[in-house]
């Protein structure tokens, strides 16, 4: 099942002008960044908790890599804010053929690369209330 919110995404134009807001606003600072090519995009993964299991809550500032891109587009529609919610799961192919079942397009028919070499999946806003939402299997050893 779905077990924690893993990240929130939000996507800027000037992801080091991001990464200063958050530093300098609130303290938070980058645990992580890399650049996924597939999902178009430069990311920086900021942890705002973590648990004894080691489970924890990222923020993941997103910019854009390229104008074809989801988050490129989503900026031309609306400028710079939240983009998509992240739920944790122990088995992401098991959690996205149960949502599937009640009726919710998955975007991904395999799971796909994600941060730290997570598994992802992302389910279609329309079918989630306006919410783009993906659901996130951590790497065994990240
Ligand atoms: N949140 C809520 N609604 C969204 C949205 C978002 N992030 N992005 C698009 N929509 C809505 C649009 O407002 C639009 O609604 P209307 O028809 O009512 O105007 C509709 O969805 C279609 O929008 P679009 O601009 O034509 O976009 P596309 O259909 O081409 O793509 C989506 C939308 C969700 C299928 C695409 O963005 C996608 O596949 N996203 C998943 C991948 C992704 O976002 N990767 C980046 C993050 C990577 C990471 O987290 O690691
Ligand atoms: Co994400």
Known sequence: ?????DHVGIACRDLDAS???YRTTYGFEVEHEEVNEEQGVREAMLRINGTDDGGATYLQLLEPTRPDSPVAKFLDRNGEGVHHIAFGTGDVAASAAGVGE???????KEPRHGTLGSSIVFLHPKDCGGVL??????????
């Not at 009640?102 to 991904?108: A, P, T």
């Not at 939402?133 to 990240?142: D, F, G, I, R």
Request: glycine share 8%; hydrophobic share 50%; net charge neutral.
């Open 1 to 5: 099942g779905l077990t924690r919110l």
């Open 102 to 108: 009640r009726g919710v397009r998955v975007l991904d």
């Open 133 to 142: 939402t993906e659901l996130v299997q951590a790497a065994e050893h990240p």
């Open 19 to 21: 990464i200063a807001f």
